[in-house]
């Protein structure tokens, strides 16, 4: 298992719902399919002590 922090960057927020209204909300559509794609989209990586969201990512081979 995989624990990263994540912070809002102002401007890549910005850049992602420009896009978000240039596609008509097809990029949401698919930001909802995949949550963590919206994640990396609007958030820099940060420590956990500073970070906003937190990711956990569990591998395949802990499942079995």
């Excluded at 992602?16 to 008509?24: D, K, R, S």
């Excluded at 698919?30 to 956990?48: E, G, K, V």
Aim: aromatic share 14%.
């Amino acid at each position: 298992m995989e624990i990263e922090g994540y912070e809002r960057s102002s401007w890549k927020t910005c850049v992602t719902w420009t896009f978000i209204f240039l596609t008509v909300g097809l990029l949401r559509l698919i930001f909802h399919w995949w949550p963590q794609l919206m994640l990396y989209a609007t958030h820099r990586p940060t420590s956990i002590a500073k970070a906003d969201k937190i990711l956990v990512v569990v591998s395949e081979a802990a499942n079995n």
